[in-house]
């Protein structure tokens, strides 16, 4: 029977551990982009990457372009899953509006995006049950107008 100084290292180590051991996010990953839907139209893509990844106990989710042969992240953000706001930030650093996002599902997560002079979008982003594609649905609305855009884009883990 191990000692009382043993069981006490162990659960110790069990408790450090434990942020370590949490499981990841469906969502995190490396999406490329594979069809893309806006306004009942099926559309041209470029080649768009999306890095989602942990950053502390956030999620940062970088969109990138390729420039040149190297990946350059275009726009990109970091936020709790819990509908708090972060900084929305453009190739250059300066921000350019907020975003929310909410864990609403196992594989889903709800995205607001707001921005001065900039459209704002509510979506949902879905991972399929087999982790191997992500599936982001949005609608927009240019600041002053009553339209409304839908766009479905499909991506593909890398």
Not at 6 to 20: E, K, N, Q, S, T
Request: charged share 20%; with cysteine.
């Amino acid at each position: 029977m191990p000692s009382a100084a043993i069981r006490v290292c162990g659960l110790f180590a069990v408790v450090l551990a434990g942020p370590l051991l949490q499981a990841a996010e469906p969502v995190e990953g490396r999406w490329l982009l594979v069809s893309q839907n806006v306004g009942g139209q099926k559309t041209a893509i470029d080649e768009l990457l999306l890095r989602i990844h942990p950053v502390a106990s956030q999620l940062e989710f970088a969109y990138s372009v390729p420039v040149n042969n190297i990946q350059f992240v275009s726009l990109r953000f970091t936020t709790r899953l819990d509908g708090s706001e972060g900084d929305v930030t453009n190739a250059n650093g300066k921000k350019i509006g907020t975003v929310k996002v909410t864990k609403s599902g196992p594989l889903q997560y709800r995205i607001l995006l707001e921005g001065l002079n900039k459209p704002s979008a509510s979506g949902l982003m879905t991972v399929s049950a087999d982790g191997k594609t992500l599936t982001s649905e949005s609608e927009s609305k240019q600041p002053g107008q009553t339209a409304v855009t839908r766009t479905v884009q499909v991506f593909s883990r890398q």
